[in-house]
């Protein structure tokens, strides 16, 4: 800033009020730099320059806080555009469930009778997407719930899979992470490698030998068949392991030298100190399993053990009109879930990521 | 990804004394340095006794069928088992089912794998700025990783029907209808389903890594003017680096397991273009052929392996000028 001393043309003697010409104003919290006052004189050219130079920071300064806000409003539009992108299906599937039946065979009967030889009961050719049904209603939910049991009864199967893995899969592999996070060893080490090798494999490998197991067990098309690998899957072993290293050593040398056998430090120690990590990886297990298809199809060849999962896509164009409603009610559990714990879900992506651990 | 580096501590028998290392220089003979502490053979054996459970039951149901495995692709027959060297794999190789079941599979996670690392890692750009509403945008995205995809195949039946929305919207900008399920653009749409997954649980993952950048660093970047291309570029790409082949990984894997929503999309029988690998294991499973069954889980656990490899080389290599991040 300059200030005329006198108001003479000449400009003899000015105070300069100059600020450091480098960018310590943008860093938030960075203290204001000290203001340097100074005499001089100065000719019009001068001081003519002087302000260009001001009138240039001051426009840099504009320019630049012109194009944050633009940046964050192209973000904003780009999030909005996908979060739109992401949460159409799932609203459309809600609100579709509010139809009356015939709503949904005049909507959507093009679809659904062309996957069925059955009679064509449909009206219209066209598909009409609607977002809002013209009357809303819960005979859907009424009919799914009370008059047709079938779907109850998978909806139940899915559940009576999904208790029962995440359950001891969490036991077993919160005793196995323990092991391996605890005094690691060369024998461990290649265990632990094993561990992760079948992890990653997907499930047309694994389910081979599953299947094998399974048919020497003879536990083939029953319930067996579906709990026993879950139940030793390898996932949940890597995962707490990852978490089970993050405890300090001498957090738990310290319990050992207090008199806890390694039994008490494991329950009373680890276990409470993973409590974060098992919370988000019961999450995981539970989507993995809830959704599960490749299994059910190939283990289990009797539809009455399917769970819901393959199920629903099995249903015909006569239950169309039902379809909706199941589909909602099998989203609900998982969406509470979501709702429940997402911010565990996101705590244990990130150690998923190693980035932390 | 981390792990297999860690993985390698552990074969070197020092990860203990890495992950708790204390600062350097100080050679106290302190608890927290295993390296210098006997571990007691009790205690060796104790924690053996913990993983004692879960092994039994990897071995049983995972190590010891794929054995079998192994063994079953080498016979003729389970019944007889003639020693037939490497027959089983030429003919699974030179069936043309599988080699289309193959082919589909590869083009799909070629495709889709490196659009899903850079969508995702766009997502997490933009979500990393002050955006209004950042928490309830990432709730958003996450949202259909939770959502199961039998039931939402429905509306994506509809989206993408002849008739149906997609095509209608294609329609105003005047392009032909497609039939998208039942024609070679098919993969779009598995793509744009296993996008619409699988984005959140990426996203995620990239902003966590982006939050671990240093903060000085981008500091120092700012004091020396740089825009902020050459900030992500020179600074937070190198903290991404292992991130990125985290993230390629979990999309191989993931791609792997899209035979869900085909199947659930189109049931048993799809149209050609989506004929993948699952379907092709399937009937074999229906038909109780071992010997291509193991000959062709052989083949795709090798082929696994191999990216698997490719992947955590091309991490050792560009990871390394943050190695001591």
Same mark, same amino acid.
Request: some cysteine; charged content about 15%.
């Given at each position: 800033m300059i200030r005329h001393r006198d108001s003479s043309t000449e400009y003899r003697e000015c105070i300069v009020e100059r600020a450091p010409q480098n960018r310590w104003m943008d860093i938030e919290g960075a203290k204001p730099p000290k203001v340097v006052r100074e005499k001089k004189s100065y000719t019009k050219e001068e001081i003519r320059k002087?302000?260009?130079?001001?009138?240039?920071?001051?426009?840099?300064?504009?320019?630049?806080?012109?194009?944050?806000?633009?940046?964050?409003?192209?973000?904003?539009?780009?999030?909005?555009?996908?979060?739109?992108?992401?949460?159409?299906?799932?609203?459309?599937?809600?609100?579709?469930?509010?139809?009356?039946?015939?709503?949904?065979?005049?909507?959507?009967?093009?679809?659904?009778?062309?996957?069925?030889?059955?009679?064509?009961?449909?009206?219209?050719?066209?598909?009409?997407?609607?977002?809002?049904?013209?009357?809303?209603?819960?005979?859907?939910?009424?009919?799914?719930?009370?008059?047709?049991?079938?779907?109850l009864f998978k909806f139940w199967n899915s559940v009576i899979y999904v208790v029962p893995i995440v359950v001891f899969q969490l036991a077993v592999s919160s005793l196995a992470s323990y092991g391996f996070a605890r005094y690691t060893g060369r024998v461990k080490g290649v265990i632990f490698f094993l561990y992760v090798i079948i992890m990653m494999m997907p499930y047309q490998v694994t389910l081979v030998p599953n299947y094998l197991v399974s048919e020497y067990l003879d536990i083939l098309d029953t319930r067996w068949a579906i709990w026993l690998p879950g139940i030793f899957s390898p996932f949940a072993v890597y995962m707490l392991t990852k978490f089970m290293r993050r405890i300090p050593v001498s957090v738990l040398e310290a319990a050992r030298i207090d008199g806890a056998n390694e039994w008490s430090i494991f329950t009373d120690v680890a276990m409470p100190l993973c409590k974060g990590g098992i919370v988000s990886i019961a999450i995981l297990i539970f989507i993995d399993y809830w959704n599960m298809v490749e299994q059910p199809i190939i283990l289990l060849s009797d539809d009455y053990?399917?769970?819901?999962?393959?199920?629903?896509?099995?249903?015909?164009?006569?239950?169309?009109?039902?379809?909706?409603?199941?589909?909602?009610?099998?989203?609900?559990?998982?969406?509470?879930?979501?709702?429940?714990?997402?911010?565990?879900?996101?705590?244990?992506?990130?150690?998923?990521?190693?980035?932390?651990? | 990804m981390k792990a297999l580096k860690s993985l390698n501590d552990l074969l070197s028998a020092n990860a203990r004394q890495k992950t708790t290392k204390e600062a350097p220089g100080r050679h106290t003979k302190s608890l927290s340095q295993p390296k210098y502490m006997p571990v007691r053979f009790k205690d060796m054996a104790l924690s053996f006794l913990f993983i004692i459970p879960s092994l039994i039951g990897v071995v049983l149901f995972f190590g010891a069928p794929f054995g079998v495995v192994i063994f079953y692709s080498l016979v003729n027959n389970p019944t007889r088992c003639e020693f037939v060297g490497l027959s089983n794999f030429s003919r699974v190789l030179h069936n043309s089912a599988f080699l289309m079941a193959a082919r589909h599979t590869m083009v799909f996670s070629a495709i889709a794998v490196p659009l899903a690392v850079v969508l995702s890692l766009l997502l997490a750009i933009v979500l990393e700025n002050?955006?209004?509403?950042?928490?309830?945008?990432?709730?958003?995205?996450?949202?259909?990783?939770?959502?199961?995809?039998?039931?939402?195949?429905?509306?994506?039946?509809?989206?993408?029907?002849?008739?149906?929305?997609?095509n209608?919207?294609?329609?105003?900008?005047?392009?032909?209808?497609?039939?998208?399920?039942?024609?070679?653009?098919?993969?779009?749409?598995?793509?744009?389903?296993?996008?619409?997954?699988?984005?959140?649980?990426?996203?995620?993952? *990239?902003?966590?890594?982006?939050?671990?950048?240093?903060?000085?660093?981008?500091?120092?970047?700012?004091?020396?003017?740089?825009?902020?291309?050459?900030?992500?570029?020179?600074?937070?790409?190198?903290?991404?680096?292992?991130?990125?082949?985290?993230?390629?990984?979990?999309?191989?894997?993931?791609?792997?397991?899209? *035979?869900?929503?085909?199947?659930?999309?189109?049931?048993?029988?799809?149209?050609?273009?989506?004929?993948?690998?699952?379907?092709?294991?399937?009937?074999?499973?229906?038909?109780?052929?071992?010997?291509?069954?193991?000959?062709?889980?052989?083949?795709?656990?090798?082929?696994?392996?191999?990216?698997?490899?490719?992947?955590?080389?091309?991490?050792?290599?560009?990871?390394?000028?943050?190695?001591?991040?």
């Open positions: 002087e302000i260009a130079l001001y009138r240039k920071f001051i426009r840099d300064h504009k320019r630049k806080k012109r194009i944050e806000v633009l940046e964050i409003a192209i973000g904003t539009i780009i999030c909005g555009i996908f979060s739109v992108i992401f949460l159409l299906p799932i609203v459309l599937t809600v609100t579709n469930s509010f139809m009356s039946s015939s709503e949904i065979s005049s909507n959507y009967g093009a679809i659904f009778a062309t996957t069925s030889t059955g009679g064509k009961v449909f009206i219209s050719k066209t598909v009409n997407l609607k977002f809002i049904p013209d009357i809303i209603t819960l005979s859907q939910y009424y009919v799914a719930l009370f008059k047709s049991p079938a779907y053990l399917h769970p819901l999962s393959v199920f629903l896509s099995k249903i015909n164009s006569g239950e169309i009109s039902l379809a909706f409603a199941v589909a909602v009610i099998y989203m609900v559990l998982p969406m509470l879930v979501f709702l429940y714990g997402e911010e565990y879900l996101i705590e244990g992506i990130t150690y998923q990521g190693g980035v932390k651990g | 002050k955006i209004p509403g950042r928490s309830a945008f990432r709730s958003m995205f996450l949202s259909p990783m939770m959502v199961p995809i039998a039931s939402i195949v429905l509306i994506w039946q509809v989206l993408f029907h002849y008739n149906g929305l997609v209608q919207v294609i329609g105003i900008v005047g392009i032909d209808k497609i039939d998208w399920l039942k024609s070679d653009q098919a993969h779009f749409v598995i793509i744009a389903l296993f996008l619409w997954k699988n984005l959140g649980y990426n996203m995620i993952l *990239f902003m966590a890594a982006l939050s671990s950048v240093p903060e000085d660093q981008l500091e120092v970047a700012r004091l020396e003017n740089a825009n902020a291309w050459q900030t992500f570029w020179y600074v937070k790409f190198r903290y991404l680096s292992s991130t990125i082949v985290f993230v390629a990984l979990m999309s191989l894997i993931n791609s792997f397991k899209v *035979f869900r929503e085909i199947y659930l999309m189109t049931g048993d029988y799809p149209y050609d273009a989506l004929y993948i690998l699952q379907h092709y294991m399937n009937n074999k499973f229906r038909n109780l052929d071992y010997q291509d069954l193991s000959a062709a889980a052989i083949l795709m656990s090798g082929v696994m392996v191999v990216l698997v490899a490719v992947l955590f080389a091309i991490e050792e290599h560009v990871g390394k000028d943050v190695e001591n991040s």
